[in-house]
Each structure stands twice: as structure tokens, then as C-alpha cells.
């Protein structure tokens, strides 16, 4: 018969044992969420609901192991090179493509429907990997292939959970280019599709980017909250139907939020994406526009694919 630990909850929300090992778990959590401000022994032992004493003894040992820092003239904490190298271990040992690859083919499983991951590259978006959709008829991408951010889920998806300010600076400086007729080429109706992606959690385009393509992708982040890039779910028109599409829709966002978490991602009131400021607050200048080649260079990436059985 297991041993049961009994757990406390601190007024931030964290949870954990209350072992020693537990705490000064959560005392390193609270102060790699809090970083880079140093905060004192009182803030500690108030947000995490421990014994004044107990707080001071445990930021002595981590401070003594070199996994916090103390500062004499402030008389405040934050993490150490200990923590540093820990983290650079961690991160390290992270494979990013490999957790993801894991969610997608649970996806393709699930639905039946090709998955795929794109990684953000400043304006642009890249397919890095895709797990095929076992039916004969499918959507297949190109890896490696170049595309803009707003052309496509996979790009809405990177578009809607960035800032306003970085959305704000990329409609001044690229061209909302018509890929399809479907394509969002109005800055209006961008900015309303992007409020509704964060509200729902996952971005949808039915032939954005490829006629007779339907999508869905919902953003992937790292720990330090950037966002790294996307995952969807793509097939043929005719195979989703609009209960599907909110269906699928949900169970990428929830695969997308359990890679970030992988990632190490912790999202906080802070780190959530506001929703974006009426248009025309945001109507950004064009004179220095320039064309993306994205999308461009050569025929569209999608293609519906027979497999020879």
C-alpha cells in the first residue's frame, strides 16, 4: 500500500508536499517565476504559506548549494549559477521535434487526418515535421518549406499568440499577399479572426492557403513563454465538417498546450495573450511594406497525395 504525502497550496496557486523537498521545490519555482526580481524572505514565506523560519532555512541551504544568490544590501534572493546549470541540462536534453512527434501521431490516430509542426523564423513560418494521414486520399506538406504568418492555421495560430505590438510590426512591413481566393487579405478582418483564435484557443482556415484545404493548429511555446511555433491538423474539405472542425480544433489546442508544458511552459495571467486593440488603433503605416516570397517561390506545398497500396 502506498504512502500518501499530504500537499499544501500557496495563494499563487502553487501546489506542493510538504516534505522538505517539496518546498524548497516551490521555493525555486516561485522564484524562477518571479525572476529576474529578487524578492525577500517575507514574500516567500507569504505566498507560499510557510513558517517565516522555515522559508529563511530553506533559502540558506539552496543559497549555500549555490542554487539561489543572496544579496547583502537588498536582502533579497533569486536564483543562482546551480539553478543556471540545471536548467541549461534541461534544456539541453530537450528534443523538441520528438515531443511533438509523440502528440502527433496520437492525433493522426485519433482523427485520422495529417498532422504537422512549423517553426517560427522571424516573418515566416517553416514545416519542420508531419505525420501522414493513413487514408489514400490525403494532404501531405513539403519540409522546409517557406510560408508567411498570416496564410493558413499553422500561420494564424503563430500570428494570434504573439503580442499586439509584434502583429502591429508586421502588417507595417509585409503585404497581406492573396494566396487563394480564400486567403485574408484586409487588415480589418485579420485583427477580427485573430481575436476570435485566441478566444477559442485554435486557428481554423478552410482553402487560406490551399484551395481545398481545411486546417486547424493551435501555438507551441517555450518555457520562456516565445512562441516556437505551431501544430495542425490538415485534410481534405469534404472529410471535415463543421462539428469536426471544432472537435479537431479542441484537440490540437489541448496537444499544443501539452508540448509547451513539456517545454517547460507555465502560463500566467502575465504570459496570456491580451486580445487585440480595436483597428484602428492599430493600423500600422505602410510606406517601408515589403512583399513576403514566402508562399511564393515555388507551387503551394499541399498536395493531396494517393498512396500506392
Not at 499568440?161 to 502588417?171: M, N, Q, T
Not at 487560406?208 to 512562441?227: K, N
Not at 513539456?262 to 495571467?269: H, I, M, N, V
Request: overall charge neutral; aromatic content about 4%.
Amino acid at each position: 500500500m502506498g504512502i500518501s504525502v499530504p500537499a499544501s497550496e500557496s495563494e499563487d496557486g502553487h501546489r506542493y508536499t510538504t516534505s522538505g523537498l517539496g518546498r524548497a521545490l516551490a521555493v525555486i519555482d516561485l522564484l524562477a517565476e518571479r525572476s529576474p526580481e529578487m524578492i525577500g524572505v517575507s514574500t516567500v514565506a507569504r505566498v507560499l504559506n510557510l513558517p517565516k523560519a522555515v522559508a529563511h532555512r530553506i533559502l540558506k541551504e539552496l543559497t549555500a548549494n549555490q542554487f539561489v544568490t543572496f544579496d547583502e544590501g537588498t536582502r533579497r534572493y533569486r536564483l543562482g549559477p546551480g539553478a543556471l546549470a540545471v536548467g541549461l541540462a534541461a534544456l539541453r536534453a530537450i528534443d523538441v521535434q520528438a515531443i511533438t512527434n509523440r502528440h502527433m501521431r496520437r492525433l493522426v490516430e485519433a482523427t485520422g487526418e495529417t498532422a504537422t509542426l512549423s517553426m517560427r523564423q522571424g516573418w515566416v513560418r517553416v514545416y519542420t515535421d508531419q505525420v501522414l494521414s493513413p487514408h489514400e486520399i490525403r494532404m501531405s506538406v513539403t519540409l522546409g518549406s517557406r510560408h508567411s504568418l498570416v496564410a493558413g492555421s499553422s500561420s494564424k495560430a503563430i500570428l494570434a499568440a504573439l503580442p499586439d505590438s509584434e502583429i502591429a510590426e508586421y502588417l507595417a512591413t509585409h503585404e497581406l499577399v492573396s494566396v487563394t481566393a480564400a486567403t485574408i487579405t484586409s487588415v480589418e478582418q485579420l485583427w477580427a479572426d485573430l481575436r476570435e483564435v485566441r478566444e477559442q484557443g485554435y486557428a481554423v482556415s478552410r482553402g487560406e492557403r490551399q484551395a481545398g484545404a481545411v486546417s486547424v493548429a493551435a501555438p507551441i511555446r517555450l518555457a520562456s513563454g516565445e512562441v516556437y511555433g505551431s501544430l495542425s491538423l490538415c485534410g481534405p474539405q469534404d472529410r471535415f465538417s463543421a462539428q469536426l472542425l471544432v472537435e479537431y480544433g479542441e484537440l490540437v489546442a489541448d496537444a499544443a498546450r501539452q508540448v509547451s508544458a513539456e517545454l517547460g511552459y507555465q502560463p500566467s495571467a502575465a504570459q496570456e495573450a491580451p486580445q487585440p486593440e480595436p483597428v484602428e488603433r492599430k493600423r500600422a503605416p505602410r510606406r517601408q511594406a515589403t512583399r513576403s516570397v514566402a508562399d511564393h517561390t515555388s507551387t503551394s506545398s499541399a498536395e493531396v497525395v494517393v498512396s500506392q497500396k
